[in-house]
């Protein structure tokens, strides 16, 4: 019998929370660690259905994120939330993982489960006039979602390409007065977004900006006005609203910080700093392994996020029977 079983667990997505709960069943003790102020992860942001989970109907995000918790909670796991780590030592099977509360968790093994964060101010950092912007005209990430309705009748700017910047331009041509959405390269979202987009443009309710890079934000008389490098032209248009929705970023950072260099020199990076795991959800680093969107930049989901998580705790299980 070891002295301890537990597992830390960092952050408390579906990823980490699936993790925990298959732990728990497994026999351990898993620990989970949340930085934010909510369990639950990005799910507490999509204020859209969430159609895509098995058994779970009718179930918006914020809804499925409640469920996963309260399941974690049901059964008796752990969920510290405020709780951001700032250094580990050790290894694997004495592992101590000091947080910024001055507490130190003894662990036998770990899984950073913290997943992603969309692109927020930065991506217009760099655009002349954005400090002057009235309060409120720009929406960053899922915040764009929030209140669609008092939307109708007015201009809007989407600045991006994936699945996010595509719906919401979906879903607000037919009530907004105009929807522009300026696309920096090449669309990356599901075909069957850029097929309702591109039937909207046909439309004229929707203006499709391709190879658009946001130059400059003006407030004036009857909104923003932006200018945008548009291919080889640029074009003002004015507008309401800007919603921002470029994107997801893996939250890797901690990492130098947090684990020694000893302690890291097996994980590695891919060029857009997400985890690189293998099948089983090692990262290279004996007793430190990874699940959900931290390192699954392919097919960020909450089903994958689930099965991940199981997978690494099931994996935990069998690695730890020989140490
Ligand atoms: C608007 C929106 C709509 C979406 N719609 C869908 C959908 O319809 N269907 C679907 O399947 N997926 C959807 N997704 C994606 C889905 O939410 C994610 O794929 C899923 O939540 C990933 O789970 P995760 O546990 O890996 O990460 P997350 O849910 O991101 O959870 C990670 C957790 O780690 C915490 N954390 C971060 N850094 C640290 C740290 N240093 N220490 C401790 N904790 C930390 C965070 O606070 C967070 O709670 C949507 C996402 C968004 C934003």
Redesign the pocket.
């Known amino acids: 019998m070891k002295a301890s079983r537990c597992i830390a667990i960092?952050?408390?997505?579906?990823?980490?929370?699936?993790a925990a709960l298959w732990l728990r069943n497994l026999g351990f003790e898993p620990r989970v660690?949340?930085?934010?102020a909510?369990?639950?992860?990005?799910?507490?942001?999509?204020?859209?259905?969430?159609?895509?989970?098995l058994g779970q109907m009718g179930q918006t995000?914020p809804m499925l994120?409640t469920r996963f918790v309260e399941h974690a909670a049901a059964v008796g796991i752990a969920v510290e939330t405020g709780?951001?780590?700032v250094r580990l030592s050790g290894g694997p099977g004495s592992f101590r993982l000091r947080l910024d509360s001055g507490q130190e968790i003894g662990c036998v093994a770990l899984i950073v489960?913290?997943?992603?964060?969309?692109r927020a101010e930065e991506v217009l950092a760099e655009v002349e006039g954005v400090a002057g912007v009235a309060p409120g005209r720009i929406a960053y990430?899922?915040h764009a979602?929030a209140d669609l309705g008092a939307l109708a009748g007015k201009r809007v700017l989407i600045v991006g390409g994936g699945?996010?910047a595509f719906e919401n331009a979906r879903l607000l041509a037919p009530n907004a007065a105009a929807v522009h959405l300026a696309v920096r390269s090449r669309p990356r979202a599901q075909q069957r977004l850029t097929t309702a987009v591109a039937d909207e443009a046909a439309t004229g309710r929707c203006h499709l900006l391709q190879a658009a890079r946001v130059l400059g934000i003006k407030e004036g008389h009857s909104g923003a006005e932006v200018t945008l490098a548009v291919a080889e032209r640029n074009e003002r248009i004015v507008v309401d609203h800007i919603h921002v929705l470029a994107g997801?970023e893996p939250?890797t950072a901690?990492i130098n910080s947090?684990f020694p260099a000893e302690l890291r020199s097996g994980m590695h990076l891919d060029t857009q700093g997400y985890l690189v795991v293998d099948v089983s959800g090692h990262t290279g680093e004996p007793g430190i392994y990874a699940?959900?969107?931290?390192c699954?930049p392919h097919f960020?989901?909450?089903?994958?996020?689930?099965a991940?998580?199981a997978v690494a705790a099931k994996t935990i299980e069998m690695d730890t029977r020989t140490w």
Do not use: C, E, K
């Open positions: 960092l952050g408390a997505g579906p990823a980490g929370l699936s660690l949340d930085a934010s909510h369990a639950g992860g990005l799910q507490n942001l999509n204020y859209l259905g969430n159609d895509w989970v995000g994120a709780a951001r780590p489960a913290t997943g992603t964060r969309y990430g899922p979602f699945d996010n997801y939250n901690f947090v699940a959900g969107d931290v699954n960020p989901s909450v089903v994958s996020a689930i991940q998580g």
